[in-house]
């Protein structure tokens, strides 16, 4: 008012912060006036103090003399925002790091502790694991009002679009009515959860009103130098600091800004962020199979994996503000100036800074600080902390004395300032093949076995040794250097190769077949085998040329495959010379080697099994006394079958059994073998009804077997059966009334080997007796399925 002005004194006045109770029901409040008294003189200025920081408050001021007061004049201000938070990283990637520096309001985390208190305390079922009903809930909160007034405030005029259980409104209530509404029982996880999700909405989106605050971004260059300049400005309370510099540290700090546009009084305490390193190409495989060793059984699988040293180490080099210029640093230091311009990180100043620190002697020698204080280091040089043992390993390498409780500046700054990159490879635990495969980021989040770490930048490969056969891996590099690491590579994923078998057994060595099994390895892991064989020696070759032409194609052929299937037994053929040359068979009068390899499931092949040498038979027509010598027949059976082997039967034996013959009244076998006499109705003995005929003695071999858990069988059920097939060799009857039942030559036929073993079953020996285990063994060891 000017002098002359007749203005007696003016009348200020001011409602509450917008978003108030009194802004919205527009409440004023007298609280100066100037001069306060007629002997007073006008100050025309004041001070409102004890505001909310970042508030905008409307004030009015009108002027009064002897004719009344005169109209409004209408102002709304904010108040300076209050000193935002350090920002803490929430992502980072190789040219971007993501901040956040905004923290729960303090109003919201009261209302939230004063709900939980006066609720629990009111319901004691009421927990954030049991639900209570809604009604109970709402009668306490507004009935009985267990929680203070601040709280009920909060929840009449905070709005919300959706419910505790996430129902949708069709338009904003206050969180007393979505309380309120019917439904199902809350508990006070539901709760808080609508609490905090309201009021993150409403901040937001800046509901009521609310003064709106912005945020301005600046990066540090110099911070002995103190130079900042701005990044970006948001209305958020986080933001990606984008286009930075792969695997450098950035310093980071925030403003916040009013509607008036007036900073905060301070700027956030600084945040040091550290870029990855470049992401490396994935490794590749090379080869794999087992270690060579005394027994194949005992050992485990082992994968070789490569990368190209010039790809992968190019991506770890330190950033260019991270070399140093040594003659700027020597200038520094004999000028006594402190540490020279480092960029937004300072080892020295940082180091200072720490409560631990000491100068005991001169130079950087004598700057200690506690290892004790090396975590709160390494936050400040924006270098993970769980890297803390790592770290501490590498200085204490450095450093010139033999104290390991201090930490010297020189060591320090030697590993911070290192352009060593460390490469590390890095596996998951490893599952069997075939089953369920994860998603790829799990799979290079798994990846946390360490396999591999080489600094010296020649490393081209590793040997990943100790892995289970027929196995999944999954593998992933990573760089490291004293600043940063990278993200891992994109997974390569590899498949173990099975075990190698044992090596395989002769059975026998005829003039048709030579028969041969082999046991798998004690861990498993094969889905199928491979046999090989390699001829040494055709012993009729000076005497034939064919045998010698045929000796000649075979031996440029190598190790070539002769069966490969699932079963651990197999009998490959004896044939002539062109059918050898073809893989039909194998030359006879020959001398062999034969090995086996076990299959993946996924395709790996192991190594070989140990090789065993057989002679094949030569082929005759009958006139060879000592082919009709090993040919079996009824009349040599008691020269043959010595051994006995009721209840150790396996696949490949030859075996010599008895069995019952009863017959039905329609001529047929009964699947049953007990005889009924004729009935009391008189039925004559020729129908056969159920009457035995005579018994039925062969010899066959072992060709197959299984096991069952019968569902309709006469036995107990559950009872476990096993059931062989045969291939029959020769065949007698007891009596002419059986003479049709009499079984050909190659039939095949199932029988269980409880029924065989009712009676004295023999085999003949193998010819490598030694390497057979009984069937129990081989059992365990093929860890045979139930079907």
Not at 292 to 301: C, E, L, V
Not at 464 to 474: D, I, K, M, T
Request: charged share 25%.
């Amino acid at each position: 008012a000017m002098p002359d002005s007749l203005v007696a004194f003016f009348s200020i006045e001011m409602s509450g912060a917008r978003g108030s109770r009194e802004q919205q029901k527009n409440l004023f409040t007298e609280f100066y006036r100037d001069p306060v008294s007629a002997k007073e003189s006008f100050r025309y200025m004041t001070w409102v103090k004890n505001l909310e920081p970042g508030a905008a408050y409307t004030f009015r001021i009108r002027a009064f003399n002897g004719f009344g007061p005169g109209p409004y004049t209408w102002e709304t201000l904010t108040t300076r925002p209050s000193r935002p938070m350090r920002p803490v990283l929430q992502a980072r990637t190789p040219t971007s790091v993501t901040l956040r520096w905004g923290g729960q309001d303090p109003e919201v985390a009261g209302v939230v502790a004063g709900l939980e208190q006066g609720l629990c305390g009111a319901l004691p079922d009421l927990d954030d694991g049991h639900a209570v009903d809604r009604d109970m809930i709402v009668d306490a909160l507004f009935s009985r009002q267990v929680c203070d007034g601040r709280v009920l405030d909060f929840l009449k005029r905070t709005k919300t679009l959706s419910g505790p259980l996430q129902e949708h409104f069709s338009k904003a209530v206050s969180l007393a009515e979505a309380l309120s509404t019917d439904g199902s029982d809350l508990t006070m996880g539901d709760i808080k959860a609508l609490v905090l999700r309201a009021a993150q909405a409403e901040r937001r989106a800046g509901p009521s009103g609310a003064a709106q605050v912005r945020y301005r971004v600046e990066q540090c260059s110099s911070v002995s130098a103190k130079l900042w300049s701005t990044v970006l400005t948001t209305k958020f309370d986080h933001a990606t600091i984008p286009a930075l510099e792969p695997g450098a540290p950035h310093r980071l700090r925030v403003w916040a800004i009013n509607a008036n546009d007036l900073e905060s009084t301070l700027p956030s305490p600084p945040c040091v962020a550290t870029t990855l390193l470049e992401t490396p190409p994935p490794p590749r495989l090379a080869s794999k199979g087992q270690p060579k060793g005394p027994g194949p059984s005992d050992q485990a699988s082992f994968l070789k994996l490569t990368w190209d040293p010039s790809s992968v180490f190019g991506l770890g080099l330190c950033a260019r503000d991270q070399r140093k210029q040594e003659v700027a640093r020597i200038l520094n230091d004999w000028t006594l100036e402190g540490a020279d311009d480092e960029g937004p990180v300072s080892l020295g100043l940082s180091l200072r800074n720490l409560p631990s620190y000491e100068r005991r002697g001169d130079g950087e020698e004598g700057e200690t600080v506690s290892t004790l204080d090396l975590g709160n280091l390494l936050v400040e040089l924006g270098v993970d902390s769980s890297r803390r043992a790592e770290v501490l390993a590498q200085v204490l390498d450095r450093q010139q004395d033999s104290g390991v409780d201090r930490l010297s500046l020189a060591a320090l700054r030697e590993w911070w300032e290192s352009d060593e990159v460390m490469l590390e490879l890095r596996r998951d635990q490893g599952e069997p093949v075939g089953s369920d495969p994860k998603s790829t980021t799990a799979r290079a989040a798994e990846c946390s076995v360490l396999c591999y770490r080489d600094s010296s930048g020649g490393g081209r490969s590793c040997v990943v040794s100790g892995l289970e056969p027929n196995a999944r891996y999954r593998f992933a590099l990573k760089l490291c250097t004293a600043k940063s690491s990278s993200g891992p590579s994109k997974v390569l994923e590899a498949v173990t190769p099975p075990l190698a078998p044992s090596g395989p057994v002769v059975i026998s060595d005829g003039d048709k077949w030579v028969a041969l099994k082999w046991y798998p390895s004690s861990k498993g892991g094969a889905s199928k085998y491979r046999v090989e064989a390699l001829l040494e020696e055709a012993l009729d070759a000076a005497k034939d040329r064919s045998v010698l032409a045929a000796q000649s194609k075979l031996r440029a052929q190598g190790w070539r495959t002769v069966y490969e299937g699932k079963d651990n037994s197999t009998r490959v053929p004896v044939a002539g010379g062109a059918a050898a040359t073809t893989g039909e068979g194998l030359l006879p009068q020959s001398v062999y080697q034969f090995r086996v390899v076990s299959l993946g499931a996924a395709g790996a092949a192991s190594g070989p099994s140990d090789a065993v040498m057989c002679r094949t038979a030569r082929r005759s027509e009958g006139a060879d006394a000592a082919a009709k010598a090993r040919a079996l027949r009824p009349s040599n059976a008691a020269e043959h079958f010595v051994v006995e082997c009721r209840g150790d039967v396996v696949v490949g034996d030859t075996i010599i059994c008895t069995e019952p013959l009863v017959v039905g009244k329609d001529g047929l076998l009964l699947k049953t073998r007990k005889a009924t006499t004729a009935s009391s109705e008189g039925h004559p003995l020729g129908s056969m009804e159920g009457v035995p005929v005579g018994e039925r003695t062969m010899a066959a071999i072992v060709v197959k077997d299984s096991y069952r858990l019968p569902t309709h069988s006469l036995g107990a059920r559950g009872t476990l059966r096993r059931t062989l097939r045969l291939e029959v060799l020769w065949c007698t009857v007891s009596s002419s009334l059986a003479a049709e039942h009499v079984l050909n030559k190659g039939s095949v036929l199932e029988r269980d080997e409880a029924n065989l073993s009712e009676y004295e079953m023999y085999r003949t020996e193998w010819r490598d007796e030694a390497g057979r285990l009984p069937e129990v063994q081989e059992r365990q060891l093929c860890r045979r399925l139930l079907f």
